[in-house]
Nanobody, 121 residues
Framework: VQLQASGGGLVQAGDSLRLSCAAS????????MAWFRQAPGKERGFVAV???????YYSDSVKGRFTISRDNAKNTVYLQMNSVEPEDTAVYYC????????????????WGQGTLVTVSS
């Protein structure tokens, strides 16, 4: 599975942004798909996951502001980011795994290259 993240950019605090993660190589309908992020000087951290069943789970820092979704027909996962804050500035990575422990990077089998989101105050 190859994952291609896109949609990052420079936005202002309070704006909205949608990230996309397009998968290729095989269908990911049976995969759990997640977004992680890594800010400068910090470790990569969990943002959100959508399981193959459609159930979702979010980190406390983005709950209520971000929404993860998937379009299996397009083999794509999205992260809708609303009311962004400067603290959301990071490189955002999408990941896929068949049997994952939410939030544990080592449990995901495939990773995209990342897309940079910069939020100005």
């Amino acid at each position: 599975v190859q994952l291609q993240a896109s949609g990052g950019g420079l936005v202002q605090a309070g704006d909205s942004l949608r990230l996309s993660c397009a998968a290729s190589g095989r269908t990911v309908r049976n995969y759990n798909m997640a977004w992680f992020r890594q800010a400068p000087g910090k470790e990569r951290g969990f943002v959100a996951v959508i399981r193959w069943s459609g159930s979702t789970y979010y980190s406390d820092s983005v709950k209520g502001r971000f929404t993860i979704s998937r379009d299996n027909a397009k083999n794509t996962v999205y992260l809708q980011m609303n009311s962004v804050e400067p603290e959301d500035t990071a490189v955002y990575y999408c990941a896929a795994g068949t049997s994952v422990v939410v939030g544990i990077t080592q449990s995901y089998n495939y990773w995209g290259q990342g897309t940079l989101v910069t939020v100005s105050s």
